[in-house]
């Protein structure tokens, strides 16, 4: 049986604006544990646990890092990544969540052409512009605490403050169409009916992308051991309705994006790091991809020597998946130039899978 290590670096939970911690990573490997051991001497730390956050924190332990990221790099085959820019995600939550619903209600499929994707990169870039970031901030904070606690009074927060941002441009005549999320209000109530506040928790986002990863490599199925979390542990029975064997197979999506339901994941397992030198591999390389995010595009301090380093090597090469803001706002952006004329939306796909399978949760 395969098995895939994994570790993650700036969970924060729901807490999508965490000024601290912009971006999640998850990394995971399938080293052997005698490659790990051997990756893990180039770090020679004595009778202690390989930590990211320890070694940084030292010259001498930056340099190790860069030591081990190059031999990482030159084994990538065996590594998969999911980089999360947590506030675009939040973002992409409430067109995921409240938006879609209304296309569907009309019987547009919101997602044809990558039209969700092109949606929120176009709010992302424009909302900041027109209407300044702190309006982006309070409006992701206000859908989390909608999300959060499902109360009337919340939803109300949330759709005044849509409507608030909308009639206050920064400048009159640069003005952005919220309709679509206003729109959202009337079926909010059965839109965030089996939503809750793990649906915003980046760490059920990266699991789930992870397994349909290397499900595409190992078809006949694998284990995930993942170090300790709280976090993952609480969504984990979520997470197990996309993996059951028994379930009627389906393929989500077309073309280069889809994957099958169930996913291929056997089992997942929650252990203490310091006893599987492969998860102490997957803190390292998610440490080193989050840290050379967080300098590059949240920072004023683009020239961090660690991140310049990492970069220098190849790092990049380590980013199998991410979720993050792109100038692309129109399907030939994203090289589609032939347009489905009968799409099918991956929303309905899975909500398919579950009911046929007698299940009623979304992830």
């Known amino acids: 049986m395969n098995h895939i290590y994994l570790d993650e670096a700036g969970n924060t939970g729901h807490d999508l604006l965490n000024i601290d911690q912009p971006v999640f990573v998850l990394a995971a ?23 990211f956050s320890n070694l940084k924190k ?32 939040g973002l992409g939550k409430i067109f995921d969540i409240l938006v879609e619903p209304v296309y569907f209600k009309m019987g547009v499929n919101f997602n044809k052409n ?16 027109f209407y300044g970031e702190r309006n982006l901030n309070k409006l992701i904070r206000r859908f989390i605490a909608l999300i959060h606690s499902k ?10 403050t849509v409507d608030f941002i909308k009639r206050n441009p920064i400048k009159i005549n640069n003005t952005l169409d919220f309709n679509e999320i206003l729109a959202s209000k009337n079926l909010v109530q059965e839109s965030i009916k089996v939503v809750d506040k793990t649906h915003l928790d980046p760490v059920q986002t990266g699991l789930f992308t992870q ?12 284990v995930f051991i993942h170090d300790e979390s709280n976090t993952l ?39 203490k790091s310091h006893i ?35 970069i220098s090597i190849g790092i990049e090469q380590l980013m199998t998946h991410s979720v993050w803001p792109e100038t692309k706002v129109t399907p030939k952006d994203f090289g589609i130039l032939d347009l489905e004329e ?14 046929s399978n007698k299940k009623t949760d979304s992830i």
């Open 233 to 271: 542990e609480s969504s984990l029975n979520n997470f197990n309705r996309y993996t059951d064997p028994t379930s009627i197979p389906k393929v989500i999506g077309t073309g280069e994006r889809a994957y099958e339901l169930p996913l291929k994941v056997e089992k997942v397992s929650l252990e």
């Open 58 to 89: 030292t010259k001498k332990g930056r340099n190790k890092i860069k030591k081990f990221m190059e031999q990482v790099i030159l084994k990538q085959k065996k590594v998969k990544t999911v980089i999360v820019h947590k506030k675009y995600m």
């Open 114 to 129: 990558m039209r969700n994707v092109c949606t929120v990169n176009m709010h992302w870039y424009v909302i900041t512009s």
């Open 151 to 160: 109360s009337e009074s919340n939803i109300d927060e949330f759709y005044k």
């Open 342 to 355: 009968e799409p099918i939306n991956p929303v309905d796909q899975i909500a398919s899978f579950l009911l």
């Open 276 to 310: 599987f030198p492969q998860i102490q591999v997957s803190d390292i390389i998610a440490g080193a991809l989050a840290h050379t995010a967080n300098c590059r595009a949240f920072t004023e301090n683009k020239d961090d020597q660690l991140s310049l380093d990492l």
């Open 29 to 51: 490997n399938m080293f052997t544990e005698e490659e790990a051991l051997e990756l893990l001497k180039i770090l020679d730390i004595k009778g202690a646990e390989a930590k």
């Open 211 to 222: 397994a349909t990863l290397w499900g595409k490599d190992l078809p006949d199925g694998f």
